[in-house]
T-cell receptor, first 115, second 118 residues
Framework: NAGVMQNPRHLVRRRGQEARLRCSPM?????VYWYRQLPEEGLKFMVY????????ESGMPKERFSAEFPKEGPSILRIQQVVRGDSAAYFC?????????????FGAGTRLSVL | AQKVTQAQTEISVVEKEDVTLDCVYE???????LFWYKQPPSGELVFLIR??????QNEISGRYSWNFQKSTSSFNFTITASQVVDSAVYFC???????????????FGTGTRLQVTL
């Protein structure tokens, strides 16, 4: 049973470019979460999605960031016009429905570097 | 608002020593979950344990044990007879129970870096 898959593992962008981060949840999981980890810091929640729905986006910056989890395919975190401050590790997690839905399993992360 | 505090930024121990990682949390919810995750040098996060706020029993899993004390809002993690492979950053996290059908975001502490040397 494959875990949460994130790609790419490393992404380099120049200021002003777009970054697209992909996340495929574990099989059978219908909840996806995105977190950001700045260097030497803990993870900060960004957004929580179920298929085709954003449930909680209270941690998303108001501009340049968007997320989707379509009916088919992976969840995408999109950052437009990246700036140096966007350099961080972005982690995706998924959880199953039902009584254990609060256990979130994490992918290996995407390390975004903005030059 | 929820908050998790891991006051120990970094701990160094020699192999076979016991080590306790502290976690203190704040929440207004009566039902919540507490978690520990391990982040080894390779960078991924590994789930270790989830604890329900209504279950204050301590838990042991091999060399790992967890002490949940609601009275002091603490959820401490002890590694017995530490090994070099335990070297990692350990995160404590908290989530509310969430509405029916939905889960809830995790609020993480800033982590404790554990270095185990020979």
């Amino acid at each position: 049973n494959a875990g949460v898959m994130q790609n790419p593992r490393h992404l380099v962008r120049r200021r002003g470019q777009e970054a697209r981060l992909r996340c495929s949840p574990m099989k059978g999981h219908s909840h996806v979460y995105w977190y950001r980890q700045l260097p030497e810091e803990g993870l900060k929640f960004m957004v929580y999605l179920q298929k085709e729905n954003i449930i909680d986006e209270s941690g998303m910056p108001k501009e340049r960031f968007s997320a989707e989890f379509p009916k088919e395919g992976p969840s995408i975190l999109r950052i437009q016009q990246v700036v140096r401050g966007d350099s961080a590790a972005y982690f995706c997690a998924s959880s199953p429905p039902g009584t254990v839905k609060n256990i979130q399993y994490f992918g290996a992360g995407t390390r975004l570097s903005v030059l | 608002a929820q908050k998790v505090t891991q006051a120990q930024t970094e701990i160094s121990v020699v192999e076979k020593e016991d080590v306790t990682l502290d976690c203190v949390y704040e929440t207004r919810d009566t039902t919540y979950y507490l978690f520990w995750y391990k982040q080894p040098p390779s960078g991924e996060l590994v789930f270790l344990i989830r604890r329900n706020s209504f279950d204050e029993q301590n838990e042991i899993s091999g060399r790992y044990s967890w002490n949940f004390q609601k009275s002091t809002s603490s959820f401490n993690f002890t590694i017995t007879a530490s090994q070099v492979v335990d070297s990692a950053v350990y995160f404590c996290a908290l989530s509310e129970a969430g509405r029916a059908g939905t889960a809830s975001k995790l609020t993480f502490g800033t982590g404790t870096r554990l270095q185990v040397t020979l």
